[in-house]
């Protein structure tokens, strides 16, 4: 689950218990443990991209 803060910043977040706090050493949720799948990195990169492109675009 992808979140968007106030300033279109993506930000991850568990997609059980829709808390945005993982634990980035252990690649799991720190409220139920779910792990962060590969292809959840792989979409909030995505977005993380996307959100860099429009910071950079001109206008
Ligand atoms: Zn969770």
Do not use: S
């Not at 279109?8 to 252990?26: Q, S, V």
């Not at 977005?47 to 910071?55: H, N, S, T």
């Amino acid at each position: 689950m992808i979140f968007y803060n106030p300033a279109g910043a993506p930000e991850l977040g568990c997609e059980h218990c829709g808390c945005r706090w993982y634990d980035r050493m252990n690649n799991a949720c720190y409220e139920c443990g779910a792990e962060v799948t590969p292809q959840m990195l792989a979409e909030y990169e995505q977005a993380l991209k996307d959100f860099l492109a429009r910071q950079q675009a001109p206008g």
